[in-house]
C-alpha cells in the first residue's frame, strides 16, 4: 500500500523506506525523531499544523513524492460517516471556531443539523470555514470577545433561541512561573480564556432559563486538573473555567440547564505559542509534557465535546471529561 499524507506516522516509520525519509527530516531539523512517539497513530498531514508554521504543505508533499518514486499518489476520499441529527432545530454558539478544535466542533455541529453561530477573532478563517461548508446554517461572527460589543454581537445573531454554548476559544501562556508572570501575559490569558467565556454564559443563561433547558460546554486542559502541564496564568484560568463551570451546573441544574467541560490534553491543533517563553518554565515542563501518552486530533476531541453538548449527555451536568488519551492517570 502507497505511502500518502493520510498514512500514520507510525505507518511511514515503520516502513522501509518512509522510516528513513522521516529520520533524515528529522536530522535537517536537529530534532530528536523520538518526539514523534506520541503522535504514532496521527496522519502525517498534522505534521503541518503542529509545526506551527515551521513545516509548510510542500515538505509533507515532498515526502510522499519521494516514497512513491517522485509521484503524488491521488487518495481517495473518505467515506462520509453519517452522525445522525442530534443538534437538528437547535442553535448552538461556538467561539474560537475559526480553527483547531473549535473549526471541528462547528463543523460536526453544522454536520448533525445545527445551526451554528460562529465566532472567532479572525473574520477570513471564519469567511472559509463557511465556504467549507456552503449548504450548512452557520452564521459567522468576528469579533474580539473580551469586548462586551463582541459578546452583545454573538448574543444578537444566535436570536430569541439558544440551545448550546461550546466556549472553545482560548490561547497559551509563555509557561511562566507565578513569579516571572507578568501582567501583560496575566490579564490577556485570564481576559481571553475565563473573563470570555464567563461572560458569554452570563448572556445565554437567561435566554435557557426562560427556555427551561440548555446546554453549555466549556473547554479547559489537561492544566486545568494538574500543574505540571502549562505556565501560571493558562493553569489558573483552566482551573477557573472548571470552577465557572461546576457553580453553574450547581445552580441552574435544576432549571434545566447542564453545563460541562472537557479537558483536553495533547492536541494537534498548532496554536502558537507566544514569544519570549519561559525558559525557566519550559525546562521544568518539557519532561512532564514529553510524559504525555498520545496526540489528538482536533475532530476527536469535537468528538468529546458534541458528546456532552447533545442529548446524548442529558443525565450528565458538572463533569469534566478528561479527553486526553489517558494523560491524566499517570
Same mark, same amino acid.
Given at each position: 500500500?502507497?505511502?500518502?499524507?493520510?498514512?500514520?506516522?507510525?505507518?511511514?516509520?515503520?516502513?522501509?523506506?518512509?522510516?528513513?525519509?522521516?529520520?533524515?527530516?528529522?536530522?535537517?531539523?536537529?530534532?530528536?525523531?523520538?518526539?514523534?512517539?506520541?503522535?504514532? +497513530?496521527?496522519?502525517?498531514?498534522?505534521?503541518?499544523?503542529?509545526?506551527?508554521?515551521? *513545516?509548510?504543505?510542500?515538505? =509533507?508533499?515532498?515526502?510522499?513524492?519521494?516514497?512513491?518514486?517522485?509521484?503524488?499518489?491521488?487518495?481517495?476520499?473518505?467515506?462520509?460517516?453519517?452522525?445522525?441529527?442530534?443538534?437538528?432545530?437547535?442553535?448552538?454558539?461556538?467561539?474560537?471556531?475559526?480553527?483547531?478544535?473549535?473549526?471541528?466542533?462547528?463543523?460536526?455541529?453544522?454536520?448533525?443539523?445545527?445551526?451554528?453561530?460562529?465566532?472567532?477573532?479572525?473574520? @477570513?478563517?471564519?469567511?472559509?470555514?463557511?465556504?467549507?461548508?456552503?449548504?450548512?446554517?452557520?452564521?459567522?461572527?468576528?469579533?474580539?470577545?473580551?469586548?462586551?460589543?463582541?459578546?452583545?454581537?454573538?448574543?444578537?445573531? $444566535? +436570536?430569541?433561541?439558544?440551545?448550546?454554548? $461550546?466556549?472553545?476559544?482560548?490561547?497559551?501562556?509563555?509557561?511562566?512561573?507565578?513569579?516571572?508572570?507578568?501582567?501583560?501575559?496575566? @490579564?490577556? =490569558?485570564?481576559?481571553?480564556?475565563?473573563?470570555?467565556?464567563?461572560?458569554? *454564559?452570563?448572556?445565554?443563561?437567561?435566554?435557557?432559563?426562560?427556555?427551561?433547558?440548555?446546554?453549555?460546554?466549556? =473547554?479547559?486542559?489537561?492544566?486545568?486538573?494538574?500543574?505540571?502541564?502549562?505556565?501560571?496564568?493558562?493553569?489558573?484560568?483552566?482551573?477557573?473555567?472548571?470552577?465557572?463551570?461546576?457553580?453553574?451546573?450547581?445552580?441552574?441544574?435544576?432549571?434545566?440547564?447542564?453545563?460541562?467541560?472537557?479537558?483536553?490534553?495533547?492536541?494537534?491543533?498548532?496554536?502558537?505559542?507566544?514569544?519570549?517563553?519561559?525558559?525557566?518554565?519550559?525546562?521544568?515542563?518539557?519532561?512532564?509534557?514529553?510524559?504525555?501518552?498520545?496526540?489528538?486530533?482536533?475532530?476527536?476531541?469535537?468528538?468529546?465535546?458534541?458528546?456532552?453538548?447533545?442529548? @446524548?449527555?442529558?443525565?450528565?451536568?458538572?463533569?469534566?471529561?478528561?479527553?486526553?488519551? +489517558?494523560?491524566?492517570?499517570?
Amino acid at each position: 500500500m502507497a505511502l500518502t499524507a493520510h498514512s500514520t506516522i507510525g505507518d511511514w516509520l515503520n516502513d522501509p523506506t518512509g522510516g528513513p525519509l522521516i529520520r533524515g527530516l528529522f536530522q535537517q531539523t536537529g530534532a530528536d525523531p523520538e518526539l514523534l512517539t506520541p503522535v504514532l +497513530g496521527l496522519p502525517l498531514q498534522q505534521l503541518v499544523a503542529m509545526s506551527q508554521g515551521a *513545516m509548510p504543505q510542500s515538505v =509533507v508533499d515532498d515526502l510522499v513524492r519521494s516514497a512513491n518514486g517522485g509521484e503524488l499518489p491521488v487518495e481517495e476520499a473518505a467515506p462520509e460517516v453519517p452522525t445522525g441529527a442530534r443538534f437538528a432545530g437547535k442553535t448552538v454558539i461556538v467561539t474560537g471556531a475559526a480553527s483547531g478544535i473549535g473549526k471541528a466542533t462547528a463543523t460536526r455541529i453544522a454536520r448533525e443539523g445545527g445551526r451554528v453561530i460562529a465566532s472567532d477573532i479572525a473574520a @477570513d478563517k471564519l469567511d472559509a470555514l463557511k465556504a467549507e461548508l456552503p449548504d450548512a446554517d452557520i452564521t459567522t461572527v468576528a469579533g474580539d470577545l473580551t469586548k462586551q460589543d463582541a459578546i452583545d454581537a454573538v448574543i444578537a445573531a $444566535a +436570536g430569541d433561541t439558544i440551545d448550546g454554548l $461550546a466556549n472553545v476559544a482560548g490561547i497559551n501562556d509563555d509557561f511562566s512561573p507565578a513569579g516571572e508572570t507578568t501582567d501583560a501575559v496575566w @490579564d490577556r =490569558v485570564i481576559a481571553i480564556n475565563l473573563t470570555a467565556p464567563f461572560k458569554l *454564559m452570563r448572556a445565554v443563561l437567561p435566554i435557557m432559563e426562560k427556555a427551561g433547558r440548555g446546554s453549555i460546554l466549556n =473547554v479547559s486542559s489537561e492544566a486545568g486538573l494538574r500543574g505540571n502541564a502549562s505556565g501560571n496564568a493558562y493553569t489558573a484560568s483552566k482551573h477557573g473555567i472548571i470552577g465557572v463551570t461546576k457553580s453553574a451546573a450547581f445552580m441552574y441544574g435544576p432549571k434545566g440547564i447542564r453545563v460541562n467541560s472537557v479537558a483536553p490534553g495533547g492536541v494537534a491543533t498548532g496554536i502558537p505559542m507566544p514569544p519570549n517563553m519561559s525558559e525557566y518554565g519550559s525546562s521544568r515542563l518539557g519532561p512532564f509534557q514529553q510524559a504525555i501518552p498520545t496526540v489528538a486530533t482536533a475532530e476527536q476531541l469535537a468528538a468529546s465535546i458534541t458528546f456532552l453538548l447533545s442529548d @446524548d449527555g442529558v443525565n450528565i451536568n458538572g463533569a469534566v471529561l478528561a479527553s486526553d488519551g +489517558g494523560w491524566s492517570v499517570q
